[in-house]
């Protein structure tokens, strides 16, 4: 299987809020890895900021759908 990597420039101004990586290791068991800012620790440091309660509430909501692929995926995998 050929491996293809494709990663984005981080641009000057640009900051990673969060990602999830989906893997799949040798022993053929899925890998979830989670990155993320604290959404606190995001308000705190952009407080004058406008936005910075939304890009809070962005990244929690993708915290929680993360961890509910993670649930749902492991739930199917037991079935099998």
Known sequence: ???IKKRHKKREHEALLYQLEVR???DGNLCFNYDWVKP????E???DYEY???LS???RHC???G???DSELNYLLKRM
């Open 63 to 65: 915290l929680s759908n």
């Open 57 to 59: 509430a962005i990244i």
């Open 1 to 3: 299987m050929q491996q």
């Open 52 to 54: 910075s309660h939304l």
């Open 24 to 26: 799949l290791n040798s």
């Open 45 to 47: 440091q952009l407080k």
């Open 67 to 69: 961890h509910k692929l």
């Open 40 to 43: 606190e620790l995001l308000v």
